[in-house]
């Protein structure tokens, strides 16, 4: 996933930066309501989720889920609130937070309601993603090929999650760096290049290629073993 954080608590913030970012994600770290508002400007589109704390220097971070609801984007939203009525829960709902955390919180449990609202927003039920004898659980973070476990990094991984989820879309390098870097990280599209070339070879057994589409960028789809990827 592509994210966002807004979180002015630097223990905190630095905390869930790191966390996310051993596990592959890309993170963007915004510690106050115009340094989001940046970001949000910057790269709207490549965002999958925003997590958004409500009390930060400079603004409020309701006013920010209020402006990312006009923008129509469908960006999903999930609050970290240190508010524990109803009401108060209740009104972020209203304003069209997809979900909320309250308060000390479980990272455990973050990382699954950040996952549920991700699949959520795109018409998935379930973690389970299979195209062919190819299978992702991003709960678990598990990959199987032919019924046998697969050893990915956590940026395999994620590159994987990008392009299993929409088997046949052409996805350009820039779409890809969109997903897996954030806008402060030091890379270059070669870094795409050689990912898709580390993942071809550990799912090649799959019956699922990675396809390079001439001009256009790469996509999943099944094929048959020993198929051109080309």
Known sequence: M?????????????????????????????PSAPEAEDFLRADTQGYDLVILDIMLPGGDGREILQRIRSSESGLPVLVLTARSQITDRVNLLDLGA????????????????????VRRRHGQAQSLIQVGALELDAASSRVMAQGRPLDLRSRELRLLEVLIAQPGQVFSKSQLMDKLFGLTDDASENAIEVYIGRLRRKIQDSGVII???RGLGYRLREGQLGESRE
């Open 2 to 30: 592509r994210l966002l954080l807004v979180e002015d608590n630097e223990d905190l913030g630095d905390a869930l930066e790191r966390h996310f970012r051993s596990g592959g994600h890309a993170v963007d770290w915004a």
């Open 98 to 117: 997809d979900d909320y955390m309250t308060k000390p919180f479980d990272v455990a449990e973050l990382d699954a309601r950040c996952r549920a609202v």
């Open 211 to 213: 396809e390079t589409v």
